[in-house]
């Protein structure tokens, strides 16, 4: 055998190795469904301490909007939504946990970006929270607007979107700011209760949630501006399309449900007696769409019973029967919001 045809048996055979090690490795993240089946248990990454969201009740139960949608999805897949395990979790360890595979959804409190999306061995979902970065001060500082806040001390989180959101705010306005980084944002919010900074910067339905926390709720105010846009989104190990398109289409379930007026204590009414065809489809009446994603026919049926829909489970934790927050433009787009989920046909 001449050289040139050793070289040319040598560069096919490297190349179908390099296939099929390719192939083995993408049937390897096409596992998350079948794992998480064979565990009997949907594990999620939670972030930690956060009243509304992802917060011990007084049993000691993790309860919150996080925590819901994470019973969502179990419900979704396993048929039982106390099948969870959650995880409290700061930003920089939830990203580690999304690539080596140890968890299986973080569900909410970490915003979009293109830094984050791509090339991070993650994949964000859909936004389930629009939010916006605010500024939250004492109300002895006197101050009634972050363009006052020249020269003053912040305490911000490490690898957190606070500190280019902030840097860039100042920048606009001319202003010139100090800052404190911590390692993550309950270590940055003991810092500001604690008097170590002037300002507390976060997402503003966050500031809500973390104001509560405080020692001294009372003495601490949020001030107007909203200096970003925050779009919040679950996020699932990347290169796994069943599994990123079922945590997608559990959330959009939760939203069309309460666009139709479908609730956790009339779902079993309006699937025996809805004659809307959409209901029927999203109810698993009609239509296969639970086949298409490796589930039964009534996935969204089992969402919707075990939480309700997107509006109640707002209602329960950050809305009037929880942290009393307005939705603003998390409202249904029916309402002059921004939440809309694709059709179920």
Not at 120 to 143: A, I, N, S, Y
Not at 258 to 271: A, L
Not at 287 to 308: D, E, P, S, T
Request: charged share 20%; proline share 3%.
């Amino acid at each position: 055998m001449n050289l040139g045809k050793l070289v040319f048996k040598l560069s096919i055979t490297t190349s179908l190795t390099i296939a099929v090690l390719g192939l083995a490795v993408s049937e390897t993240k096409a596992d998350r469904l079948a794992e998480v089946k064979k565990a009997g248990i949907l594990h999620c990454g939670v972030v930690p301490g956060v009243p509304g969201y992802a917060f011990p009740n007084k049993e000691g139960k993790m309860v919150g909007f996080d925590v819901d949608l994470c019973k969502s999805i179990a419900a979704a897949v396993l048929g039982d939504a106390n099948k969870i395990k959650t995880t409290k979790m700061k930003l920089p360890v939830a990203f580690n946990a999304m690539k080596a595979g140890t968890v299986d959804v973080v569900t909410h409190r970490f915003t979009w970006t293109f830094g984050r999306d791509v090339g991070q061995g993650l994949d964000f979902t859909r936004v389930m929270v629009f939010d916006g970065q605010g500024f939250m001060v004492r109300k002895k500082l006197g101050v009634t607007s972050g363009k006052q806040l020249d020269g003053a001390t912040f305490c911000l989180t490490t690898g957190a979107t606070t500190e280019s959101n902030v840097s860039d705010f100042f920048r606009t306005h001319n202003m010139k700011f100090k800052q404190v980084t911590f390692g993550s944002m309950g270590e940055a919010q003991k810092a500001y209760d604690q008097g170590r900074c002037d300002v507390f910067v976060t997402d503003k339905f966050g500031l809500g949630a973390r104001r509560l926390a405080m020692t001294n709720p009372k003495e601490h105010v949020i001030l107007p501006e909203t200096i970003s846009n925050e779009p919040i989104s679950p996020m699932v190990p990347h290169g796994d399309q069943v599994w990123r398109d079922i945590v997608v289409w559990t959330l959009n379930a939760l939203i069309a449900a309460e666009e139709y007026g479908i609730t956790q204590s009339n779902v079993d009414q309006m699937s025996n007696s809805s004659k809307n065809p959409f209901v029927q489809r999203l109810l698993g009446k009609t239509g296969k769409f639970g086949g298409k994603i490796g589930l039964g026919n009534q996935w969204a049926y089992r969402a919707i019973k075990a939480v309700g829909n997107y509006g109640e489970i707002w209602e329960r934790n950050l809305g009037k029967d929880g942290l009393g927050m307005a939705r603003g433009k998390n409202e249904l787009y029916t309402k002059g919001g921004l939440l809309i989920a694709p059709p179920f046909r």
